[in-house]
C-alpha cells in the first residue's frame, strides 16, 4: 500500500462532521462556531485533519479495507477552500455583516453536505480542472 494515498472514506466522514458543524452555525449565527471549522479546514490543509484522525482512530478500524485508494491532492485542496468560505464567513459576522457570514456558511455547508452525502467534493472536482488547465497550456 502507498502510504502517500488515502481512504476515501475519510474525507467523507470529514464531510459530515463539518455539515453538522456548519449547520449548527446556520442554526445559531456563531461566527466563533464557523472560526472553529476555519481552523479545523486550516489543520485539514496541513494535512493534521482532526476530523482524519478521528476517522484513522475510531471509524477505519471498525470497517473493511477501502475498495480502492486515492490521491490526497484534491480533498486537500477542498480543504482550502473550504477554508476560504470560513474565513469569509468569519470576516462577514466580525464585521458586522452577517448576511455575508451567512452566505459563505450556507455554501460551505452545501459542498460538505454534497461529499457527505452522495460523494461528490466540489474542491476536488475544481482541483481537477485546475489540474487539466495546466495540462492545456
Known sequence: MDLGLI????????AALT???????????SGWLLAAQAAVFAL????????GWLYRRLVRPRLGPPGELEDPRPPR???VVGL???????????????WLG???????LAAAFLNAAFGYCLG???YLVGRRLQRAR
Open 77 to 79: 485542496f477542498a480543504q
Open 124 to 126: 476536488c472536482e475544481l
Open 44 to 51: 485539514g490543509v496541513a494535512g493534521r485533519s482532526p476530523y
Open 19 to 29: 455539515s453538522v458543524l456548519l449547520a449548527a452555525v446556520l442554526v445559531t449565527g
Open 84 to 98: 476560504g468560505f470560513a474565513l469569509v464567513g468569519v470576516a462577514g459576522f466580525a464585521g458586522g455583516l452577517p
Open 7 to 14: 481512504d476515501p472514506r475519510g474525507p467523507r466522514f470529514a
Open 102 to 108: 451567512f452566505a459563505a456558511g450556507g455554501l460551505a
